[in-house]
């Protein structure tokens, strides 16, 4: 991300390895040597942040049946969502692979600085998908049809910034999913309550994909790449995410409405409120240096925190 000259300069964070947010300095990557095959890919995809979407497809199963589901159900929702997600960043990387490769804090992924090949990575997107089908025929038999639509939303994402500047809700809608996915695995029901969840998780999202936006604002708007605040503006990103946040915190209060839940599901939905207002007091326009800690620490505190109180309404 380069420094704006104009009235919406931000501060360019200091470089914080790519575990976080993404943070990479130009190259970096590059001259760290060749890691192993495994581990390559496992960066390639940011296998750490599956701790984003994956809480909440167990939200998803826990609120549906009302107990704790039996382990073979787990484990099969548990294997679909790593698949899946797997191949939505593989494919991701493979459609932007260009795109990442002229922009410096992106250019030391494993794609555009030679880490992997593009064969590599389609074989790995071969293989993810054989994953996720396999799990989806051990759930419920509709989601044997249902299937093609998150993979369909895969490919379509990393077309969409080159057209429109609603790519992040897109993309929150992808992650979604994850509660509609655990709901649907588990009764085959789609009921209001879980597109209330996914909508929740989809503009939560949706709102710090918003803050993530900022970093490569100057070099989107030199390649006509389209995004929030290429749009609007640093001021309209900071507002589009505090929306964004607002609604997520009143969805999940109108899914608990409508449900038979407990005093520990509010419990959540509050200590979800507090670390997004945490969140948002971390950043502001004109200074992004602990932009990593609200994507990433704060987020993966969110969906952990949620699931527990959860889990803890339906023992």
């Not at 991701?92 to 490769?101: E, G, M, P, S, Y």
């Not at 695995?185 to 710090?208: C, H, Q, R, S, Y």
């Not at 030199?222 to 309209?236: I, P």
Request: proline share 6%.
């Amino acid at each position: 991300m380069r420094t704006s000259t104009g009235p919406e300069s931000i501060v360019p964070p200091a470089p914080a390895g790519d575990g976080g947010a993404g943070l990479r300095p130009a190259g970096a990557g590059a001259g760290q040597g060749r890691a192993p095959i495994p581990l390559r890919f496992a960066r390639l995809v940011k296998i750490e942040h599956t701790v984003f979407a994956l809480p909440f497809a167990y939200v998803g199963a826990l609120l549906a049946v009302g107990e704790v589901p039996g382990a073979a159900d787990v484990l099969w929702i548990t294997v679909a969502m790593v698949g899946a997600r797997s191949l939505a960043m593989a494919l991701n990387r493979l459609i932007d692979a260009r795109i990442d490769a002229a922009n410096p804090r992106t250019a030391g992924r494993e794609l555009p600085s030679g880490q992997l090949r593009a064969w590599h990575v389609v074989a790995f997107c071969i293989a993810s998908l054989a994953v996720f089908l396999a799990a989806v025929w051990q759930l419920d038999p509709l989601v044997r049809w249902l299937w093609p639509i998150p993979v369909a939303a895969f490919v379509v994402y990393p077309y969409l910034k080159r057209f429109t500047w609603l790519a992040h809700l897109w993309l929150g809608a992808v992650d979604g999913l994850a509660p509609v996915g655990g709901w649907v695995a588990l009764t085959g029901e789609l009921p209001w309550e879980a597109w209330a969840l996914g909508a929740a998780v989809a503009f939560w999202i949706a709102g710090f994909d918003l803050f993530y936006s900022l970093f490569d604002l100057e070099i989107d708007r030199a390649q006509g790449l389209h995004s929030w605040a290429t749009r609007f503006g640093v001021g309209g990103a900071f507002f589009g995410a505090r929306l964004f946040h607002l609604l997520t915190v009143a969805l999940l209060a109108a899914a608990g409405l409508g449900l038979e839940v407990g005093t520990w599901y509010w419990l959540g939905v509050a200590g979800v409120a507090g670390l997004l207002v945490y969140e948002h007091s971390l950043v502001r326009p004109g200074d992004l240096r602990r932009l990593d800690a609200a994507f990433f620490t704060v987020n993966g505190v969110i969906s952990i925190v949620f699931l527990a109180f959860v889990l803890l309404d339906v023992l």
